[in-house]
């Protein structure tokens, strides 16, 4: 089957550095994304990788592994609108999202 | 960059009645759209994928009947909830892929809420 593993929930401290994890078991692969989720809004994009490797983005920095299904979500000088869900999302073979509960972050001041 | 917009953004019904949710991309063609539920703390649950011009695909369990989409057009989805109930109640939220390949990023509109009394 299809899975994704995330931490329910993580704290981080403003300013620091955080890493969320995320393991996922899929149909194929076509990608993974990052997406970022505020409470009661929609998810807005962070990060795509495609091959093995880390992606910088700003505060923003992803890892994917392939052969390990494995990525990370790399945070910097966290600030205290980051506190959001974290929600890892590969792409399976028929090019569909899989998504999982994410991860809550809540960043303390 | 790519914005979506839904509308209304919230909704209150009657039981019985059917809502109409619209999405439109504005700034790019949607070749693809999406329609998700989401209920509180659960992950984002995929209702169905439409494409311009023809049926969308439903997922497992989707009440088709009951959760009409129409694409019709490169711009614009709707999804018509028919005969709601107050199970029906969420947090529903569009999305819609540009270009013709399969590796373009989501982009999502803001969500309707809808509840049901």
């Known amino acids: 089957g299809q899975n994704i593993d995330q931490p329910t929930e993580m704290t981080a401290t403003e300013g620091a550095i955080v890493q969320i994890n995320c393991t996922y078991q899929t149909s194929g692969f076509n990608g993974l994304f990052w997406y970022q989720q505020h409470a009661g809004e929609a998810p807005t994009f962070l990060s795509y990788?495609?091959l093995d490797g880390l992606e910088e983005k700003g505060r923003f920095s992803s890892f994917l592994s392939r052969s390990k299904g494995y990525s990370y979500l790399l945070l910097k000088e966290l600030q205290m609108k980051d506190s959001a869900s974290y929600l890892c999302a590969p792409m399976d073979s028929n090019y569909q999202l899989i998504w999982g509960a994410g991860t809550k972050l809540i960043i303390k001041p | 960059g790519a914005v979506v917009s839904q509308h209304p953004s919230w909704v209150i019904c009657k039981s019985g009645t059917s809502v109409k949710i619209e999405c439109r991309s504005l700034?790019?063609?949607?070749?693809?759209m999406f329609w998700y539920r989401q209920f509180p703390k659960q992950s984002l649950m995929l209702m169905a994928t439409?494409?311009?011009?023809?049926?969308?695909?439903?997922e497992q369990g989707v009440e088709k009947d009951k959760f009409l989409i129409n694409h019709a057009s490169l711009t614009l989805s709707t999804l018509t909830v028919t005969s709601a109930h107050p199970e029906d109640s969420s947090f529903y939220i569009c999305s819609a892929r540009a270009g013709t390949t399969e590796l373009y990023e989501q982009y999502f509109g803001p969500g309707t809420r809808l509840t049901v009394t």
């Open positions: 439409s494409n311009e011009g023809s049926k969308a695909t439903y």
């Open positions: 990788n495609v």
């Open positions: 700034d790019f063609q949607a070749t693809t």
